[in-house]
């Protein structure tokens, strides 16, 4: 099995910052892409950013690019999301996303973690 775990969500007001933080682990054999989605009351899930697995390709939604950056240290199987210049239009639960190949079945699986809150005052 393997888990996702966020951290560094919270309030902010308009124009700051926060960095969130999401580490995998259990019975991980490789990770592939990782990334980060978002879903907003009402709204559907959305990606954010989106990193290959060594980090050379990142990709972003034209809402946040220029704002924010998504960076990943494979010795800890942990992603990031630098958020910058924040706005109230950011406000969403932000979800971790990894395809990880598994020790114990060799295939590619799609994980999530739980969600961690961003809020955005203007």
């Known amino acids: 099995q393997v888990q996702l775990v966020e951290s560094g969500g919270g309030l902010v007001q308009a124009g700051g910052s926060l960095r969130l933080s999401c580490a995998a682990s259990?019975?991980?054999?490789?990770?592939?892409?990782m990334g980060w989605y978002r879903q907003a009351p009402g709204n559907q899930r959305e990606l954010v950013a989106r990193?290959?697995?060594?980090?050379?390709?990142?990709n972003y939604a034209d809402s946040v690019k220029g704002r924010f950056t998504i960076s990943r240290d494979n010795a800890k199987n942990t992603v990031y999301l630098q958020m910058n210049s924040l706005k109230p239009e950011d406000t969403a639960v932000y979800y971790c996303?990894?395809?990880?190949?598994?020790?114990?079945?060799?295939?590619?699986?799609?994980?999530w973690g739980q969600g961690t809150q961003v809020t955005v005052s203007s």
């Open positions: 990193i290959t697995s060594g980090g050379t390709t990142t």
């Open positions: 996303n990894a395809l990880v190949v598994t020790t114990l079945s060799g295939m590619v699986r799609n994980y």
């Open positions: 259990g019975s991980i054999f490789s990770i592939n892409a």
